[in-house]
T-cell receptor, first 115, second 114 residues
Framework: GAVVSQHPSRVICKSGTSVKIECRSL??????MFWYRQFPKQSLMLMAT?????????EQGVEKDKFLINHASLTLSTLTVTSAHPEDSSFYIC???????????FGPGTRLTVT | AQKITQTQPGMFVQEKEAVTLDCTYD???????LFWYKQPSSGEMIFLIY??????QNATEGRYSLNFQKARKSANLVISASQLGDSAMYFC???????????FGDGTTLTVKP
């Protein structure tokens, strides 16, 4: 199956700093990438959908200025958590999709801890 | 709007036995895809099985099968011959036409007992 990587896998940062998470599709061109947030023992919550070369579409309640998403190429999307606070600590997962397929391929996730 | 319901927060099964994880869905789209994913404690989402809304036969992938009952809007996952490594959280998900965003259920935590 297709491979999606995420970097870093774990990150600890201080409150007030910004953190960038990268999501790469390694062996296919991803026309659409999705960013999810997951709290322990809970389901995935979609944060935003990004299409290559256009602005991301954010879900209701997700702060656009806090969670900056860039999808600059067909193989790379980034999520930047700006001015992070402890409540932003969570597991962030990206997924990538091709137009011709229903399937989406998930990255391994990034565990963010804000101290 | 799409909705996925998983009514079993936790399930237990004895090793080597079969187990069914329930999933019901709701959508007004005539075309959609249904998925099951496994999420072990490591956090990665592992794709298990896919069923298209127009597929006539139930999907099977090794020990996994999807019991698709379209009229009842259910898509239950059956795991045969459970193994200790099957212990994980399982999510049912749906994706609408044009390969848009997915809707996930709340998940079922499966524990396989030796």
């Amino acid at each position: 199956g297709a491979v999606v990587s995420q970097h870093p896998s774990r990150v600890i940062c201080k409150s007030g700093t910004s953190v960038k998470i990268e999501c790469r599709s390694l062996d296919f061109q991803a026309t659409t990438m999705f960013w999810y947030r997951q709290f322990p023992k809970q389901s995935l919550m979609l944060m935003a959908t990004s299409n290559e070369g256009s602005k991301a579409t954010y879900e209701q309640g997700v702060e656009k200025d806090k969670f900056l998403i860039n999808h600059a190429s067909l193989t790379l999307s980034t999520l930047t958590v700006t001015s992070a606070h402890p409540e932003d600590s969570s597991f962030y997962i990206c997924s990538a999709s091709r137009v011709v397929s229903y399937e989406q391929y998930f990255g391994p996730g990034t565990r963010l801890t804000v101290t | 709007a799409q909705k996925i319901t998983q009514t079993q927060p936790g399930m237990f099964v004895q090793e080597k036995e079969a187990v069914t994880l329930d999933c019901t869905y709701d959508t007004s789209d005539p075309s959609y895809g249904l998925f099951w994913y496994k999420q072990p404690s490591s956090g990665e989402m592992i794709f298990l099985i896919y069923q298209g809304s127009y597929d006539q036969q139930n999907a099977t992938e090794g020990r996994y099968s999807l019991n698709f009952q379209k009229a009842r809007k259910s898509a239950n996952l059956v795991i045969s011959a459970s193994q200790l490594g099957d212990s994980a959280m399982y999510f049912c998900a749906m994706r609408g036409p044009n390969a848009g965003k997915s809707t996930f259920g709340d998940g079922t935590t499966l524990t396989v007992k030796p």
